[in-house]
């Protein structure tokens, strides 16, 4: 009955696999917004099979492996033939090189994320999720053809491109949206994701790419504040004295 129980999540992560592909095919006959959209499709998918597998108690290492496999298709592969396609392709081989790189990071991120993986719900991620670095840039895409029909800005793009995949095998943290209202703060998360989900039931083509961007950004002010916060608490007085107090601990035993 278990086996049978894991078809459901598994079903959507291989969506999301499927999705990647037909993403490919909708570049290489040159629809630049339906390949866009089909990585958005993936990544909807993606946020549901985990928390199936969870509910239903049917979470395992397969499943964990799988998501990976299906990531790595659709935010890895496709997202990088889709801007490169349609963005980076007048570059050449700098073209190649770029998204080639974020290739390789997305990849990286994710064989990270399984030597760390638990069954469990993490609050936290360690570097930026990959899906998230997709739909930065795939939104970039369908923003970008909403208002002028074509990318504008490559060095934007270029510059996101970078951005995302040193992010990704950064060990900066990402906050993760939380599964209940038990504090204050997740009150707040969901209240930020719900307005997130109208401004892209009103306005998709026009909300979802600022909406990614603020969220990266506001993590990343955040894990500068906290270190700030630590080398300033982190005083000469207050290090000598740790120091005194480790050797003072040492001569005692």
Known sequence: MRSYRALVPNSFTMGNMLCGFLSILSC????????????????????????????????????VELDSFS??????????VLIHAFGLSTLGRWGWIVSGVYVMCSGYRL??????????EKKKFLGLPVPIASLLLVSYVIFSYELWGEIKYIELLISMIGAVSVLMVSSITYETFPENLSTVENKLKFLLLFAFIIGVIIKPRLVMFPAVLAYMLTCLVRELVTMLRGEQGATPLNRNSKKRSGKDGQSQN
Do not use: Y
Not at 28 to 57: C, H, P, Q, Y
Not at 111 to 120: D, S
């Open 71 to 80: 990531d790595f298709c659709t935010f890895g592969v496709a997202t990088a």
């Open 28 to 63: 290489l006959e040159g629809n630049a917004i339906t390949a866009a959209w089909l990585i958005v499709l993936g990544a909807f998918l993606d946020s549901l099979d985990g928390r199936i597998a969870r509910i239903s108690k049917v979470s395992s290492s397969f499943g």
């Open 111 to 120: 064989a990270r994320f399984n030597m760390q993986a638990t069954l469990e």
